[in-house]
C-alpha cells in the first residue's frame, strides 16, 4: 500500500519538474533584487571622485592622518 503511494508521487513529479521550479524561484528572486533600489544611489568612492577633481588622495590621507600639534 505505501509502496503504491511513493509510484503515484515520484511519477506525477520528476527532478526535471524541481529544478524548472527552483530556475523560477531563483528568476523571480533576481527580478526583485534588480527592483530593490540602492541605498547609496549613483555615490562613488571617494577615491574615483578626487581623482577626477586632480586632487591625489594618498597624500591628502597621509596629512590627515598627521596629529595636530595645537592642544586645547
Known amino acids: 500500500m505505501v509502496g503504491s ?6 511519477a506525477a513529479f520528476s527532478w526535471a519538474d524541481e529544478v524548472e521550479r527552483e530556475e523560477e524561484e ?5 527580478e526583485h533584487q534588480k527592483q530593490k533600489p540602492d ?7 571617494r577615491e574615483v571622485v578626487l581623482l577626477e577633481k ?7 590621507d597621509i596629512h ?3 596629529p595636530s600639534h595645537k592642544r586645547y
Open 26 to 30: 531563483q528568476a523571480r528572486f533576481q
Open 64 to 66: 590627515l592622518q598627521q
Open 39 to 45: 541605498p547609496f544611489g549613483s555615490a562613488r568612492p
Open 54 to 60: 586632480g586632487i591625489d588622495w594618498r597624500k591628502l
Open 5 to 10: 503511494r511513493i509510484k503515484n508521487v515520484s
